[in-house]
């Protein structure tokens, strides 16, 4: 599976911003899509997955302001962010994880820096 984020960029405080990731490979074997984020020194977090069903998941930092989608081919992933804060400046990664045949895959593509700045 290949990831390829892209959509970032210098945004406000209180703006809004989508990212959005290309997913190519085999698709058959994911189960989940989403979004990571790291702060540089920080760990990466997970802060927003959808799974086949459409259910969508997120941290408590972005619940209310961010918003996970996918198309149903599993071919783009999007992260809308709104109410965009400077604690949200980061590297966003895409991220999918599957259940394989030798075990739980997870997958995450190049990052795409996010600055909330004025």
């Known amino acids: 599976v290949q990831l390829q984020a892209s959509g970032g960029g210098l945004v406000q405080p209180g703006g809004s911003l989508r990212l959005s990731c290309a997913v190519s490979?085999?698709?058959?074997?994911?189960?989940?899509l989403g979004w990571y984020r790291q702060i540089p020194g920080y760990e990466r977090k997970l802060i927003a997955v959808?799974?086949?069903?459409?259910?969508?998941n997120y941290a408590d930092t972005v619940k209310g302001r961010f918003t996970v989608s996918r198309d149903s081919a599993k071919t783009t992933v999007r992260l809308q962010m709104n109410s965009l804060r400077p604690e949200d400046t980061a590297v966003y990664h895409c991220?999918?994880?599957?259940?394989?045949?030798?075990?739980?895959?997870?997958?995450w593509g190049e990052g795409t820096l996010v600055t909330v700045s004025s």
């Open positions: 991220y999918a994880g599957g259940q394989t045949a030798t075990g739980w895959m997870n997958y």
């Open positions: 959808i799974t086949n069903d459409g259910a969508a």
């Open positions: 490979g085999r698709k058959g074997t994911i189960d989940l």
